[in-house]
């Protein structure tokens, strides 16, 4: 009745198909890698640094880390430890030929081992709680300071409202956030909103998530330490196009970031060219804000100071030319879902509307 | 009595094809039955686990355009949906319906006929939730098959976000296959309770029953306020209530509470019969008995009690106040002590035994493993702050399926390939098993380790593509691989299962000379399971019957 014991030569065979399996898998994911495109987002990603938790620029993520690395750790050595004992005894107590015909002692337990390994993971979990309670209230009873930089975000499908109520300015899917330094801390806290469904707002290296809630008002805050672009997305799943909704954070030293302020307050230059006659005489105006123009539509972001973002379509492609034209043709080409429809405009109109929109700086 | 049982073998081997298959529709017979849950299960685990397949190949490579975005939302709803309520679910509890009355003695379950109304409210709410690919358009052309995760946050269910009837199909198909697992909750129970055969106390019941009762209980509690749920998002779509509609006054937590008050607990429910198994296999393939019964026994009872008041781990980002964040730190933190004991036992089973590395041993063996680094990603999971940057992320889709695949699944196979003998006569191929066993190994984690880090990269879970240049191509490619891997690992295991059947070695009514009391009768077991109801003396009575000298008895 008893087989043979498995020989290291039969467990050869699956791997011999493995390999062929990932030469055929590799064909074949090159072919597919041949037929994706790329809006320019590449380059660009490539100039962020991943938004990687373990690297982390400001205040929350900091002590995130701090504890996540002790958590790493316990469980780490847990590991190896366990996996260790584990490991030994399949390799001490396997049956050897010839041995097969006693059975081995039978223990039906032991209550002193049993209690030691009940008493230890209780302590090893009771300093991990007091670890993990600790930070928890470190960064949720944060109180803002009076000079903290307030901002309003708002989640729709698929992009980010954003809104600064002291300082009158309304942008979208890129925040400008001052550096902050520790020594006269300046640091954003952040009302979070949603205008439809659940989304959750993610910059890794700047804080944990929070999710953004209809009906509800969350709030949380950032403070980082070094300028740079953050790069976020949204962590809850929000339908259709959920992958594509990015959005970055610009973190500028004060003076630059006055200066933004500045620029964003004004309201754009007022041209009368053919491409804004066509952004205002079809339904753009409906869903698009462009202050100081009749445009005055609250259901897409708002386009101001198109120009002085980075991306388009909410992180999806790069705020170039030929990205910007494809989007007004169809952008269902760049952001299939998007809910801005197809506008149905002739090339020459396109042209127009695109040479507008890049005048918006 | 004999007489009648052999005609109506007789009559049964001369049936027609199609009355064999009545015979298989009218069957109350809980062998039946189970092994008709389980087939079911399998069935659904290939449709959702191609769905997989799919996902990964869209994921293979950055700004991919090989499926959709709907068409992939489509896919990760049903593949969740399905692996959750189509495949573990109905395999899980049609083990319990094959091992319970045969392990401790019965003849069936205590309400035949209530096991069989519970099986086909299953197998239709199935097919309900795979038919939305047909029915789902409803009047609007708004989409075929639910496309809104399987855990469905509102407001994203309500008719202003989710038109057609897609998500009315997947609320329908959930609220079935809940109340046919209700039913079989029922019947564990009570047959566990009441027919135990003569000599088998409480504390002589095999562990797979013990935590069958435990599993049993927990649906019983958890399942309703699912259905509750479901009912309440059925009035908002249908009869304008507000329970869930944000737009008019609801609130979008209610749902997220609703939802893992019933969630957490269904893992535990998935995960605690495999501990059953686990401390069936490993003993026998140890050639001793289980460690610390008593201890095992009643840290699966405390992880049942302990499960039920972690549901909002799963929703510390979503602003909790610290002390409610801490509250369910510490309570999902505590889980980890039962779950460390019951590896400790598991290892102290092990430990000075003969063990006999056949395949069921091999997927314990690997289960022990991964259930190990499962759990301590839960821990790291459970530290809120972390988990404030790792929810939604990959790191828990790389989690979760360390779980689902990593120890329910293995022990899912580690349960088929030690008692399909006993369930067909002839045993399963071990060198088609052992080819399984090590592509399913490698597949497993070519998938599924890489994806914890792309989680910590920054890679949120359930986005249909990701753009080039973020640091994800390489662990996403690899992944990829490792998911088409054990693809193949499952057909290998298929083919084994159709070859087995035909051409398998015969087993022998105790092909793994092991000791409970469902290898004491033949294999396949007759309908009526005993001739003659045991009686037993031990927890191991076959044990017993072959150790005279030394039985049992003498030392529990």
């Known amino acids: 009745m008893e087989l043979p014991e498995s020989t290291p030569r039969r467990r050869a065979r699956p791997l011999r198909c493995i390999t062929r399996c990932l030469v055929v898998i590799g064909i074949v994911a090159a072919a597919t890698c041949a037929a994706a495109s790329d809006w320019g987002m590449g380059a660009a990603n490539s100039r962020l640094a991943p938004p990687d938790m373990f690297n982390p620029v400001s205040t929350p993520a900091y002590d995130i880390e701090t504890l996540a690395w002790f958590a790493i750790a316990v469980c780490a050595g847990i590991a190896l430890v366990v996996g260790a004992l584990l490991a030994y005894s399949i390799i001490r107590f396997r049956s050897r030929a010839g041995d097969e015909e006693r059975e081995p002692p039978q223990v039906y337990g032991s209550n002193p081992i049993e209690f030691a390994w009940t008493v230890v993971p209780l302590l090893i979990v009771f300093v991990l709680i007091l670890t993990t309670a600790r930070t928890i209230y470190t960064v949720e009873a944060a109180i803002a300071p009076p000079n903290a930089i307030r901002i309003r975000v708002i989640g729709h499908q698929w992009w980010w409202e954003v809104r600064y109520p002291g300082l009158k300015i309304v942008t979208a899917n890129e925040i400008h956030v001052p550096v902050s330094d520790p020594a006269h801390p300046t640091p954003t806290f952040l009302d979070l909103e949603s205008a439809d469904v659940a989304h959750s707002f993610w910059v890794p290296r700047l804080a944990g998530k929070t999710d953004v809630i209809p009906n509800r008002r969350n709030t949380m805050w950032i403070e980082p330490r070094r300028p740079g672009v953050y790069l976020g997305q949204c962590a809850e799943f929000c339908g259709t196009e959920h992958a594509l909704m990015l959005l970055r954070v610009v973190v500028e030293p004060r003076a630059q970031w006055d200066q933004w302020v500045a620029a964003q307050q004004k309201t754009a230059a007022a041209s009368s060219d053919r491409g804004r006659r066509i952004f205002e005489s079809t339904a753009c105006v409906n869903c698009h804000t462009i202050k100081g123009t009749v445009a005055d539509g609250r259901f897409g972001p708002d386009l101001t100071h198109f120009m002085s973002r980075e991306t388009i379509g909410s992180g999806a492609a790069m705020n170039t030319h030929d990205n910007l034209r494809i989007w007004i043709k169809d952008p269902a080409v760049i952001k299939p879902g998007a809910l801005m429809p197809r506008m149905n405009l002739s090339d020459a109109d396109i042209d127009a509307v695109a040479g507008y929109l890049e005048s918006l700086h | ?299 699966s009872i405390a992880i049942a009690f302990i499960s039920m008041g972690v549901w909002a781990h799963h929703m510390f980002a979503v602003g909790m106040t610290p002390a409610g964040n801490a509250f369910f730190a510490t309570s999902t933190m505590l889980v980890a002590v039962p779950t460390g004991i019951k590896i400790f036992n598991w290892i102290g089973t092990i430990w000075g035994g003969k063990i006999r590395l056949r395949v069921p041993m091999l997927f314990s063996l690997a289960f022990l493993f991964q259930f190990m680094i499962a759990g301590l990603t839960g821990i790291m999971l459970a530290v809120a702050p972390f988990d404030w940057q790792l929810t939604d992320t990959y790191f828990v889709v790389a989690h979760f399926h360390y779980v689902l695949i990593g120890a329910i699944v293995f022990m899912i196979f580690a349960a088929s390939y030690y008692w399909f003998p006993k369930a067909t006569g002839r045993m399963l191929n071990e060198r088609l098993g052992q080819v399984h066993f090590w592509l399913f190994l490698i597949g497993f984690h070519l998938t599924f380790d890489p994806l914890h880090f792309a989680g910590i990269h920054g890679m949120p879970r359930r986005i249909y593509t990701y753009q080039p240049g973020r640091g994800l191509e390489g662990l996403n490619l690899i992944a990829s691989i490792g998911a088409v891997i054990q693809a193949l690992a499952v057909l290998v295991f298929v083919i084994n299962v159709v070859y087995s059947l035909a051409w398998g070695e015969e087993a022998g009514p105790d092909p793994w000379d092991a000791w409970t009391l469902e290898w004491s009768t033949a294999s396949p077991p007759p309908e009526y399971n005993f001739a003659v109801e045991p009686e037993v003396y031990s927890r191991r009575p076959l044990w017993d019957l072959k150790h005279p000298d030394d039985p049992d008895w003498l030392y529990e």
């Open chain 2, 1 to 299: 009595m004999e007489q009648e049982i052999a005609l109506s073998a007789r009559e049964q081997a001369e049936l027609p094809l199609l009355g064999r298959l009545h015979e298989w529709v009218v069957t109350v017979d809980h062998k039946r039955l189970g092994l008709m849950y389980i087939g079911g299960g399998l069935l659904f685990f290939v449709v959702a686990g191609l769905q997989a397949v799919m996902m990964r190949l869209q994921l293979a490579v950055p700004d991919n355009h090989l499926v959709p975005p709907q068409v992939f939302n489509r896919f990760l709803t049903m593949h969740g949906t399905a692996m959750v309520f189509l495949v573990g679910m109905p395999i899980l509890t049609g083990y319990f319906n094959y091992l319970v009355p045969l392990m401790v003695g019965a003849r069936d379950l205590a309400f035949p006929r209530l096991n069989s109304f519970g099986f086909w409210l299953w197998f239709f709410g199935a097919l309900l939730l795979y038919f939305s690919y047909i029915g789902g358009d409803g009047l609007y052309g708004a989409g075929s098959a639910p496309d809104v995760g399987w855990f469905a946050y509102a407001p994203l269910t309500e008719r202003a976000f989710s038109r057609g009837n897609s998500t009315d199909y997947w609320i329908l198909s959930i609220f079935l296959t809940s109340v046919g697992s209700t039913a079989t909750a029922v019947n564990i129970i009570t047959t566990a309770f009441c027919m135990r055969c003569r000599g088998m106390t409480l504390g002589k019941m095999p562990v797979v029953v013990w935590l069958a009762v435990v599993v049993a209980f927990m649906m019983l509690l958890a399942l309703p306020p699912l259905s509750a749920a479901q009912v309440m998002l059925l009035l908002d779509r249908f009869a304008g209530a507000h329970f869930f509609d944000t737009q008019a006054g609801g609130s979008a937590l209610l749902w997220q509470h609703f939802f893992w008050i019933f969630g957490h607990p269904e893992v535990y429910i998935l995960v605690i019969p495999v501990f059953g198994f686990a401390s069936e296999i490993i003993p026998v393939f140890s050639r001793k008995v289980i460690f610390g019964y008593q201890v095992m026994v009643a840290a």
